[in-house]
């Protein structure tokens, strides 16, 4: 989609997604997001918009939590 930000495993079992990009493209990946995966379920899905604090180089995976 040619997003920038990340999406990372938080320690509470949620899933944390940032996405910066146009708003066509963001808000795409919002409606798969709520889709969810094939024999997954997505419980809820909370959005926020806000202002690009730093711009993101591309779109990561991390892996590591809250405090590590």
Excluded at 35 to 41: H, N, S
Excluded at 49 to 67: K, L, N, W
């Amino acid at each position: 989609l040619g997003l920038g930000g990340f999406v990372r495993n938080r320690p509470d079992g949620d899933v944390e997604l940032e996405a910066q990009g146009p708003e066509e493209q963001v808000q795409a990946l919002l409606d798969t997001v709520r889709k969810g995966p094939g024999m997954g379920f997505v419980s809820r899905v909370v959005s926020d918009i806000r202002p690009v604090e730093a711009s993101s180089p591309g779109f990561e995976i991390r892996f590591q939590t809250y405090g590590g």
